[in-house]
């Protein structure tokens, strides 16, 4: 058995190829990481509910986060889930 097992490990991948296997397993779980967190973020609404928020802006609504020269009754805000 221990010849078998010494054959697999010496044929399935070669040692010098470990820190590129390192590496590479380290950027994917970075990337997943990154992408999970900008996905849950406070902007972003998994829903299906409106498809189309932008149409449910009112003329005196604001979507801005800073007005200067512009008075509007209330602001515009997305419902969170």
Do not use: H
Not at 15 to 35: D, F, H, K, N, Q
Not at 40 to 48: A, L, N, Y
């Amino acid at each position: 058995m221990s010849q078998f097992r010494k054959t697999f490990l010496k044929n399935w991948f070669a040692v010098e190829a470990i820190p590129i296997y390192a590496v590479v397993g380290m950027v994917v779980c970075g990337g997943t990481w990154y992408l999970t967190r900008l996905a849950r973020g406070p902007t972003v609404v998994w829903t299906k509910e409106n498809p189309t928020p932008w149409n449910d802006i009112k003329p005196d609504e604001t979507t801005k986060l800073l007005t200067v020269n512009q008075s509007f009754e209330k602001s515009w805000e997305r419902r969170k889930l």
